[in-house]
Every structure is written in structure tokens, then in C-alpha cells.
């Protein structure tokens, strides 16, 4: 099957500093892939699709310049949340579908903690 | 958008124990997808199921597109069985919805 990798799977910053999470397909190539947010026993949350060589398109009530997106290759995109705030706690997922299927694996998840 | 609903929420299962959880969805789909939610969270796929029957082992699926759901078949639970499993389903543009998930827990 697809593999699809994060880094870190996890981090600690302090309040008003900014993260940096990537999001890499490592056996296939990823025109998109997709950010998802996943509360404490809830489920997931599409955040942003990621579309290589052009702008990410956010989910409704999903602040652009808060959760900054670069798909700058065929197999990274990478999610910085910036200005990060206690609220912005959270598990952080991406996916990415292969080209030839609708079929999305899913990388590991970031669990990010805002002091 | 469409709307994913699974049932039930919670599943206490005795070892060895068969269980079915449900998948309702509101619109047409040209993706769903079963995952099993391990603790410390990656998403394991378990199949990928817009149409049709699958099986894999103990496990097995159905999808009934003209009446929107789907079946997740659980057969001979064994406690590595416990977690969470989501449904979810995808239209136009390739995204997700996820279900709320069916919180399973197999007991020895």
C-alpha cells in the first residue's frame, strides 16, 4: 500500500510562536493532499486541501493566514500553524489520495501542545 | 455537504464476539473508506468500498450505493480489535467527511 509520513509526530511550542508540520508521500506522487484536525474523542475535521503548484482552498471558518499551506513539491506539503495559541492544541493529520484512485492513506498525525 | 452518520457510538464486545457497525450517508459517493483508528492515532486503512463486498480476513464490508450505507462486519472480535472506526465518504473534489466514529472495545 501508499505510505505517507509527518514530522514531527509531535511538538510543544510556547503561545505566539510557530510550527511547522510536513506531510510527505513516500512511494507515490501527490497532486493533492489534504490537512485534517482531530479534537480529543471527536472526530475528523477537514481543515485545507493542498494542491501542488498552486493556492491551498480552505474549509469554511478555517483562517488562511492562521494555518499556512505549501504543497511546493509532488511529494510534500507542508502545514505551519502560525501565532499559535493554546486553542490550536490539537492532532493534526494529512492524506493523500493516489492519482489513479479516489483511495487516501493516511500519514501518522502531529499532536501539537500550545503552552 | 453530505452528511455521514455511524452507529452505534459504543460497542462493548465479549472476545470472539461478531459485531456489525453502520455507515448512513446522505448523497451520492464515489468514495468510502473504513479505518481503524489505533490508539495512538494513525488511521489504518481497512478498505476502500464505494460499491460491493470485500472481505480481508475476519473482517468484511458492504456498500449499498443506491441506499446509501455501508457495513462494517467484525467476525471471531479479538481485543487487538479495540479502537475506533471511522467511516468516511467522498464526492466531487476527492475530500472526506468522516462519520463520528464507532468506539469499540473488546473485552478478554
Known amino acids: 500500500g501508499a505510505v505517507v509520513s509527518q514530522h514531527p509526530s509531535w511538538v510543544i511550542c510556547k503561545s505566539g510562536t510557530s510550527v511547522k508540520i510536513e506531510c510527505r508521500s513516500l512511494?507515490?506522487?501527490?497532486?493533492?493532499m489534504f490537512w485534517y484536525r482531530q479534537f480529543p474523542k471527536q472526530s475528523l475535521m477537514l481543515m485545507a486541501t493542498?494542491?501542488?503548484?498552486?493556492?491551498?482552498?480552505?474549509e469554511q471558518g478555517v483562517e488562511k493566514d492562521k494555518f499556512l499551506i505549501n504543497h511546493a513539491s509532488l511529494t510534500l506539503s507542508t502545514l505551519t500553524v502560525t501565532s499559535a495559541h493554546p486553542e490550536d492544541s490539537s492532532f493534526y493529520i494529512c492524506?493523500?489520495?493516489?492519482?489513479?484512485?479516489?483511495?487516501?492513506?493516511f500519514g501518522p498525525g502531529t499532536r501539537l501542545t500550545v503552552t | 455537504g453530505i452528511q455521514v452518520e455511524q452507529s452505534p457510538p459504543d460497542l462493548i464486545l465479549q472476545e470472539g464476539a461478531n459485531s456489525t457497525l453502520r455507515c448512513n450517508f446522505s448523497d451520492s459517493v464515489n468514495n468510502l473508506q473504513w479505518f481503524h483508528q489505533n490508539p495512538w492515532g494513525q488511521l489504518i486503512n481497512l478498505f476502500y468500498i464505494p460499491s460491493g463486498t470485500k472481505q480481508n480476513g475476519r473482517l468484511s464490508a458492504t456498500t449499498v450505493a443506491t441506499e446509501r450505507y455501508s457495513l462494517l462486519y467484525i467476525s471471531s472480535s479479538q481485543t487487538t480489535d479495540s479502537g475506533v472506526y471511522f467511516c468516511a465518504v467522498g464526492a466531487a473534489g476527492n475530500k472526506l467527511t468522516f462519520g463520528g466514529g464507532t468506539r469499540v472495545l473488546v473485552k478478554p
Open positions: 493542498s494542491n501542488e503548484g498552486s493556492k491551498a482552498t480552505y
Open positions: 492524506s493523500a489520495p493516489r492519482d489513479f484512485d479516489y483511495e487516501q492513506y
Open positions: 512511494d507515490f506522487q501527490a497532486t493533492t
